[in-house]
């Protein structure tokens, strides 16, 4: 299927006219939401069915250009495996934005999701610009057809056979009350993907950063171009080794 996202924002993997302004962005969520794709749609334009999970976390870049101000994405995907939940404040400590990840086809991803949203809300950065999106636009009965749904009586209607679980509806209420961005995506048919980038490129109250300060980099990481340590970083066996090349300073 073709995709109907619209470009709405300038990526870029090679250097910029103007000195980039680093916003350290970390990705949570239950594990097989899709994370690790919508990261990879997003930096390298590519998506891979059946993924290998991400063990401890991977670190990524992108920049783009929103209302002519260079950004430069520090993006740390994390696992979403439960054994890994205690290493996340490393990542989203210091973090300027958050993208918070659930399968609109499992409705306990969503209840993961709002848990992540009540932790950053009360650990992390009280400006911290949080993105609920609901991943896996695709498997619904069809990508188009579930953005014609049937209004019945003023109320929307899924197609009898869907595979959703968690209602467009539901899930925009529960953002705006949290106060949440909020999107619908596919990360297989770059859906909406560069429009959570873009959304929070605005978002971020950028005049409180000095561009190019590298404040924001996490342990010295400052990686330029599309990607860096796909594979992942496997803090469990950092911390075993004591090693401290490679580990988080955030």
Same mark, same amino acid.
């Given at each position: ?6 470009p ?10 103007s ?17 690790s ?6 930096v =390298?334009?590519? *998506?891979?069915? =059946?993924?290998?999970?991400?063990i401890?976390?991977a670190?990524?870049?992108?920049k783009c ?10 993006i740390?995907?994390t696992?979403?495996q439960e ?7 490393? *990542? *989203?400590?210091n973090?300027q934005a ?7 086809t499992?409705a306990?991803t969503l ?5 992540w949203?009540?932790e950053?809300?009360r ?8 993105a609920?999106?609901g ?8 990508l188009?057809?579930?953005e014609?749904q ?6 929307s ?5 869907s ?10 209420a ?6 949440l961005?909020?999107?619908e995506?596919?990360?297989?048919y770059?859906k =909406?993907v560069?429009?959570?980038f873009n ?14 300060n590298?404040?924001n980099?996490?342990g010295?990481? =400052? ?6 340590n796909?594979?992942?970083?496997d ?6 080794s004591?090693s401290?090349?490679g580990?988080?300073?955030c």
């Amino acid at each position: 299927m073709a995709s109907n996202s619209t470009p709405d924002i300038q990526t870029h993997s090679s250097t910029s006219e103007s000195k980039p302004i680093n916003v350290k962005l970390v990705l949570l969520g239950e594990s097989a939401v899709g994370k690790s794709s919508i990261v990879q749609r997003f930096v =390298n334009k590519e *998506y891979t069915e =059946n993924r290998e999970p991400t063990i401890g976390a991977a670190f990524l870049t992108q920049k783009c250009t929103v209302k002519e101000r260079t950004i430069k994405f520090e993006i740390w995907d994390t696992a979403g495996q439960e054994r890994f939940h205690s290493l996340a404040p490393m *990542y *989203y400590r210091n973090a300027q934005a958050a993208i918070v990840v659930y399968d609109i086809t499992k409705a306990t991803t969503l209840e993961k999701a709002k848990s992540w949203i009540k932790e950053l809300q009360r650990q992390a950065n009280t400006d911290i610009v949080i993105a609920l999106v609901g991943n896996k636009l695709d498997l619904c009965e069809d990508l188009e057809e579930s953005e014609r749904q049937v209004s019945v009586d003023g109320e929307s209607q899924m197609p009898a056979d869907s595979a959703r679980q968690v209602s467009t509806e539901d899930a925009r209420a529960y953002a705006v009350e949290a106060g949440l961005l909020f999107f619908e995506a596919s990360a297989k048919y770059s859906k =909406n993907v560069d429009g959570v980038f873009n959304d929070i490129a605005e978002k971020i109250p950028l005049e409180t950063y000095s561009a190019g300060n590298g404040r924001n980099t996490v342990g010295g990481r =400052n990686t330029a171009g599309g990607r860096s340590n796909l594979s992942g970083i496997d803090l469990m066996q950092q911390q075993a080794s004591g090693s401290s090349s490679g580990t988080c300073a955030c």
